[in-house]
């Protein structure tokens, strides 16, 4: 497959972590360190404040702070992407609309995580934020940290009645739903893998790209995979992949990001630990992810 059409936002979407202080406060001179060198190393957009950015422990205030100084270090050389999403539609609305004063380009939502509505409320939470903004938006679906799926079914709905919804974040790992919403969803429609490793198998059934972890570490070496598979050269973007796939499956050993933001210290690059309830990478993690960082060049 040769894909014909660029996707709205671009094909790698770094999901950036959240430094902190030593003080676990938010360092956002460091922020917009990090957002400048995600540009610079290729990101086509970046997402603020996703489940990578500990979006659970960064509370509104913080989070305002962090799509400003984000927008302001990207300089509208790359779209921002707000995350905005949370389990309650109405403070969802409200804060959509104080983060979009900001300069951010489009929203991310999640799937409503904890109160586990039916299929129907779903439709209605992501329609009544659609209905309440003209920003694009992209859904979330990742049903290990929400503990609901939404069905392909139900994406498609709001991708045929909701022109502002515009793509979606697919972390479900089922392939069969994936392709579902490939084949059915309007042509400008957008799925993205919400796995790294997961990134060329989406692809190779229509999907535009990534939205990314590894990304952080590794933009340009992520954008050269998902720009070769976009090509159709896919001999040449299975062995690229091939050569990153320790690290992206490394990253996970425990939650993310504590492992991608040692990855970060490791190359020289530090944000900080991460806020309670996570804690840091213990010294045999970190030996670990030091190791594979080596084995595929990451880390001399």
Known sequence: MEFK???RFGRMIPAMVTPFNADLELDL??????????????SDAIIVNGTTGESPTVFYPQKLELFRAVVRAVRGRIPVIANVGDNCTADTV???????????????????YYNKPPQEGLYRHFKTIADSTDMPIILYNIPGRC??????DTTLRLAHDCDNIVAIKEASGNMEQIKHIIDNAPADFDVYSGDDSATLDI??????????TIGNVAPDRMKAIVDLAARGEWDEAKA???A????MTGLFETSNPILVKEALRLIGFP????????????????????SIMREVGVLD
């Open 244 to 247: 990153l796939l320790p690290l």
């Open 240 to 242: 690229a992949n091939e």
């Open 203 to 212: 692809m190779a059934l229509g999907g535009v790209g990534v939205i990314s």
């Open 94 to 112: 409200h804060f959509a609309q104080d983060a979009g004063k900001l300069g951010v380009s489009g929203f991310m939502c999640v799937v409503p």
């Open 5 to 7: 059409r660029d996707p």
């Open 271 to 290: 944000v900080g630990g991460v806020r309670l309830p996570l804690v840091d990478a213990t010294p045999e993690q970190s030996a670990r992810l030091a």
């Open 29 to 42: 001179a460091r922020a917009e360190e990090l957002a400048d060198r995600l540009v610079v190393g290729g």
């Open 147 to 152: 503990s609901i799926n939404m069905e392909a």
